[in-house]
């Protein structure tokens, strides 16, 4: 599979630093925002990219997990958002008891796939909190005053369930809830003669969510003539 | 870093009993078995699979969904670890090991690694002596059911003793080669051996 255009080399892991939280909130329900300072030059990561956050305990048992980030590209700081998960070791303990002027390890930014280079035309489907990697390419698009070349789907549960929704909302990303009606959209997963006009044009494909939302985003734009190889998959989730 | 910086506030889940079984980083996911890929799922018939052994072999050979489960195979029991720091204990595995195969075709003078490719274009680099001596399989059920098309399925490369991306999903080829060739995620900032009691994660790591 080739390498998208201008995003074969740059960034990348640099090893562990330790990153100083500068803002903690909690925008919605099941979901903490974190904005890290790591020090030295701003970072430098490729919309998409992520980073693993390791917390260390007094007798040296440390825990990982990696999150995207919904940072832009040239943000100073490294914002994460990060859903609560049932019983989560390091999601709970970020939701719990992190606050500003915390400190903790962390490392990238990883992952040279699942980013976009600012200049293909893509299309972009979320499910839930699938949305934040999408969020940094959104930004990264109005930042380069191209939102244009990046359209948007976002799929949810309620307007309450979903991050950034009112950000991707303003930004022109088509939403589709599934459990209540959107103004005069009736609760529905989004329908092809929705998705067609924004998949028309687009050469890459990105996908994130759970294993269920990214079956199902695949099905659809391969349905609408997307070639498999167009399409980068980031899924989370689990079998029993 | 040189120190390594405590955590204020973490002290963590309560430590296994079999903390011993872990790799630095990594933790027990129970009996779930995360699902990650970087491209679609898939869907392959098994009439319409098969595997080719090539490159820097004698004979090269290919193999379709019967003539592999014709050949003698066994279930073992691994323990597998995700770079994504999930490690799934006691996963059993149906299928043959890759040095049998390897017996078939031969393995000619020179080679030292091999590229798995799966039927999707995803590719993974290993060295040679990683798939041999029983170290590798090519299997087609875990835990006593058909192996998932989200696993892998219908046969997929398990490599228990490398994180988990080097066992390659929907195995369609084992390409010999006399040099190491990065594959997928390598060439996307992961590491070329992936060990993880090493925690060999990312390009850089020692």
């Known amino acids: ?240 | 870093m040189t120190d390594l910086p405590v955590t204020r506030g973490f002290t963590g889940r309560r430590r296994p009993a079999d903390r011993d079984r872990l790799p630095p980083g990594q933790y027990d996911t129970g009996r779930l078995w995360p699902v990650l890929s970087a491209e679609p799922t898939p869907r392959i018939p098994h009439e319409r699979w098969d595997l080719t052994i090539d490159g820097l072999v004698l004979e090269p050979h290919t193999w379709d969904w019967d003539a592999l489960r014709s050949l003698p195979h066994s279930t073992t029991t691994h323990d597998i670890h995700c770079v994504t720091t999930w490690s799934r204990f006691d996963t059993s595995f149906t299928g043959v090991s890759v040095e049998s195969l390897l017996e078939v075709t031969g393995v000619a003078t020179g080679a030292t690694h091999v590229l798995a490719h799966s039927s999707t274009g995803y590719t993974t680099n290993l060295p040679l002596d990683d798939v041999r001596a029983d170290r590798a399989w090519v299997v087609w059920e875990a835990d006593g059911s058909p192996l998932a098309p989200e696993h892998g399925g219908p046969v997929r490369l398990v490599v228990p003793h490398l994180y988990f991306w080097k066992s390659a999903k929907w195995l369609s080829r084992l390409e010999l080669l006399d040099h190491d060739e990065q594959g997928f995620w390598e060439r996307n900032g992961y590491h070329d051996r992936g060990d993880p009691w090493r925690e060999q994660r990312y390009q850089g790591d020692a």
């Open chain 1, 1 to 240: 599979m080739p390498d998208l255009p201008g995003v074969s080399d740059g960034s990348g892991p640099s090893g562990w630093e330790l990153a100083t939280v500068r803002a903690v909130d909690h925008p919605l329900e099941g979901y903490v925002r974190l904005r890290l300072e790591v020090p030295g030059e701003a970072r430098r990561h490729l919309a998409g990219q992520h980073y693993v956050v390791r917390l260390r305990a007094d007798d040296g048992y440390t825990a990982q997990r990696s999150y995207s980030t919904a940072s832009a590209p040239g943000d100073p700081l490294v914002e994460l958002m990060v859903e609560r998960m049932p019983d989560g070791e390091v999601s709970g303990f970020l939701h719990d008891e992190v606050r500003v002027g915390d400190t903790f390890e962390l490392r990238g930014p990883i992952g040279r796939w699942f980013v976009w280079d600012g200049e293909t035309p893509a299309v972009a489907f979320a499910g839930g909190s699938g949305v934040v990697p999408i969020v940094s390419m959104l930004r990264h698009a109005v930042g380069l005053g191209r939102p244009d070349l990046l359209r948007v789907v976002v799929v949810g549960r309620s307007l309450d369930a979903l991050p950034y929704v009112d950000e991707l909302r303003a930004t022109g990303a088509f939403v589709a809830l599934t459990r209540e009606n959107l103004g005069s959209r009736v609760a529905a997963p989004p329908y092809p003669e929705e998705l067609a006009p924004l998949v028309a044009g687009a050469e890459v494909a990105f996908v994130c969510g759970g294993v269920g939302f990214a079956g199902y985003a695949t099905r659809e734009l391969e349905d609408l003539g997307v070639a498999s190889s167009a399409i980068r998959v980031e899924q989370f989730g689990v079998t029993g």
